[in-house]
């Protein structure tokens, strides 16, 4: 399988995918698209992605974004090790928690929305946090008590990869973690793992 990624480091989107191919042992190229730079909204990346938003992974000469469908679609290709847990009960608990970060809250920190927010950075910054926290909360109330060290007890989850970029995040914005304890100790455990470290923003900063 040909798999080809276009990212940016520091996009939480992005290492959604970046760590779901590592947890797979899967091989792939990357091309950069700087976001800061505006790239995402060149000619060039718009006959790559119909969204102007990274990541976009072509398999095969076949592109698709939106990580969510990216995901389901490389656990359906190579289906070990597993990113959704079999009982069905338990993927639509994963599902609702991705959707909570997909859906619920990081659109609403996007660089595209922040900057009709407001002009001013600190705005932004404000309404990003505000963002963030309603999320994070959700998100939170959403897990419930839960054993193991993952979002789903003791095998990381699609839900880990949504939770622990939006962490990061959340520090880009300063938003107050100490609530989220139970969170802290997923992301512990995500970020021991070699294949979230690998797909890390410090491991891809240019
Ligand atoms: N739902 C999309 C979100 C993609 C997205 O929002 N990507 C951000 C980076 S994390 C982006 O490209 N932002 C560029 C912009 O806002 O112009 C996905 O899961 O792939």
């Keep these: 399988m040909d798999l080809l990624l276009h990212h940016y480091y520091r996009s939480s989107s992005s290492?959604?995918?970046r760590w779901a191919l590592e947890e797979k042992g899967l091989a792939y190229r990357a091309v950069a698209v700087n976001l800061l730079a505006s790239e995402q909204r060149s000619d060039d990346?718009?006959?790559?992605s119909p969204t102007a938003f990274v990541p976009a992974l072509s398999i095969d000469g076949r592109t698709f974004t939106e990580s969510v469908a990216i995901i389901e679609l490389l656990e359906e290709l190579?289906?070990?090790?597993?990113?959704?847990?079999?009982?069905?009960?338990?993927?639509?608990?994963?599902?609702q928690l991705v959707?909570?970060?997909?859906?619920?809250?990081q659109p609403l920190q996007n660089l595209s929305i922040l900057t009709r927010i407001s002009p001013d950075r600190s705005a932004?910054?404000?309404?990003?946090?505000?963002?963030?926290?309603?999320?994070?909360?959700?998100?939170?109330?959403?897990?419930?008590?839960t054993g193991g060290a993952y979002c789903l007890g003791d095998d990381v989850s699609m839900a880990d990869l949504f939770l622990v970029p939006q962490?990061?995040?959340?520090?880009?914005?300063?938003?107050?973690?100490?609530p989220f304890g139970r969170l802290l100790e997923i992301e512990a455990a995500c970020l021991a793992r070699d294949a979230?470290?690998?797909?890390?923003p410090d491991a891809w900063q240019p």
Excluded: H, K
């Design 78 to 95: 190579v289906p070990t090790p597993p990113l959704r847990p079999a009982d069905l009960l338990a993927r639509a608990r994963m599902r």
């Design 167 to 178: 962490l990061y995040n959340a520090r880009r914005f300063e938003v107050a973690l100490a």
């Design 15 to 17: 290492w959604r995918v």
């Design 124 to 145: 932004q910054a404000e309404w990003a946090r505000a963002m963030i926290e309603r999320g994070l909360a959700a998100f939170s109330r959403a897990l419930g008590p």
């Design 99 to 105: 959707e909570i970060v997909n859906a619920g809250t």
């Design 196 to 200: 979230c470290q690998r797909a890390a």
């Design 45 to 48: 990346y718009g006959a790559v």
